[in-house]
């Protein structure tokens, strides 16, 4: 039984009983939501983190910081995502199992791609700034992979440091 439950594919299947489902409760919630939540609680979904900050969550989202956080709230007040600190997400494991069956079925992989490549290039375009800040006195020491992006990423203080140029 354990090893069936560790199974995320299978997981709401088990969980089913003469008729009764947990996935029935997560389908009267989600059926609630407006077209943006759900494109957000399916999205989020299909990253493998225990956890998501608020800038990632835009990023993968592909939306600003504060329609993010409105439309992530959203999803904590409706229990469908869980906000344990301040500006970070993260779904309960059922929950989690339910969106990304949801957005198997619902989100084309080329929406998938382009939101998990947003994600991405939020990454490494906050890692460059990181880097750089790490390396302000000596620019050749800077080793990240050289890729375009199009994120401006979190920016870092220069901790005394004057900026790189």
């Not at 995502?81 to 069956?101: I, N, P, Q």
């Not at 990454?123 to 990240?144: I, M, Q, W």
Request: aromatic fraction near 6%; proline fraction near 4%; hydrophobic fraction near 45%.
């Amino acid at each position: 039984m354990v090893r069936r439950l560790r199974d995320e594919h299978g997981l709401l299947d088990e969980l089913r009983t003469s008729g009764t489902a947990v996935e029935a409760a997560f389908e009267l919630s989600y059926a609630t939501l407006t077209t943006p939540q759900a494109r957000a609680f399916r999205l989020l979904s299909v990253v493998d983190v225990p956890d998501l900050a608020l800038p990632s969550a835009a990023a993968l989202l592909g939306l600003g910081t504060d329609e993010s956080e409105e439309l992530l709230e959203s999803l904590v007040e409706l229990n469908l995502l869980e906000s344990h600190h301040l500006g970070r997400y993260r779904f309960h494991d059922l929950v989690r199992a339910f969106a990304r069956a949801r957005s198997s079925r619902e989100d084309s992989p080329r929406t998938t791609a382009r939101a998990v490549a947003g994600l991405l290039d939020f990454c490494l375009a906050t890692a460059r700034n990181a880097d750089a800040v790490a390396h302000s006195t000596e620019p050749g020491e800077r080793t990240l992979i050289d890729v375009a992006v199009t994120s401006a990423g979190l920016a870092f203080g220069w901790a005394g440091k004057s900026p790189a140029p």
